[in-house]
């Protein structure tokens, strides 16, 4: 019996501090940036049809949560992505906020099925690419990234596009994984992608 209030109490506690394996969090609520700080060109970012956009200069949409804190060290990531024709974007984690520039910290999970740049949708940028867009412009597709220790997978529509686990004895600081949060990308004024329903939920320690 003692057994069993304690397993509960416990699972009460994970879930107060948002440490419940089992628990989405979600992190865009389809009607304004709540939670989200954009970095130089405000305006690429905005929101449309209930879907947060990048479109425009290059901007960042960094994940900040509610009380601009936002951290992340294990984590399994989710939304629903749509691309434009010719459209280039990526999904940065365990990185931080900066005024301008691209991202110096952290991971970028590519987003492209149809620009210019070879690297397609799935891959882990300049790390574990990918050559091969998996999914087509102009439907909404699933996109996942699972972290965990020195582990990485990334999933389109359920399929694992990239599984990568990270050497030990890397020689570049900050393109290690680490902590940090998340950041959508505005690439150029060619580029229009859409995210929607973005959850996440955190694995315990």
């Known amino acids: 019996m003692k057994t069993s209030v304690f397993a509960l109490s416990l699972c009460m506690i994970l879930s107060a501090t948002g440490m419940a394996q089992d628990e989405w969090v979600s992190m865009f609520n389809g009607k304004d940036l709540s939670g ?6 405000k305006d690429s970012v905005y929101i449309e049809d209930g879907a947060l956009v ?5 901007a960042h949409a960094f994940f900040v949560g509610k009380d601009g804190k936002a951290d992340f060290k294990d984590f399994h990531f989710k939304a629903k992505v749509m691309t434009h024709p010719k459209a280039n974007s990526g999904i940065y984690f365990h990185t931080r906020y900066l005024e301008s520039g691209w991202p110096d910290k952290g991971y970028e999970a590519q987003v492209n099925n149809t ?7 799935g891959g882990l940028y300049n790390v574990k690419d990918n050559f091969k867009a998996p999914v087509k412009d102009n439907e909404w597709f699933d996109y996942e990234i ?6 990485i997978v990334v999933k389109i529509n359920g399929k ?11 020689d570049r600081p900050e393109r290690q994984l680490s902590n ?8 150029d004024p060619g580029s229009k992608v859409m995210y929607k329903d973005l959850n996440y939920k955190l694995f315990a320690d």
């Not at 990048?54 to 290059?58: A, C, E, I, L, Y």
Request: hydrophobic share 25%; charged share 25%.
């Open 54 to 58: 990048t479109h425009g200069p290059r």
């Open 180 to 187: 940090g949060t998340f950041a959508l990308q505005a690439h």
């Open 160 to 170: 694992t596009v990239s599984d990568y686990t990270e050497p030990d004895g890397l």
């Open 36 to 41: 989200w700080r954009v970095n130089e060109n």
């Open 146 to 151: 699972i972290v965990k220790g020195k582990h």
């Open 115 to 121: 620009q210019g740049d070879p690297k397609k949708t």
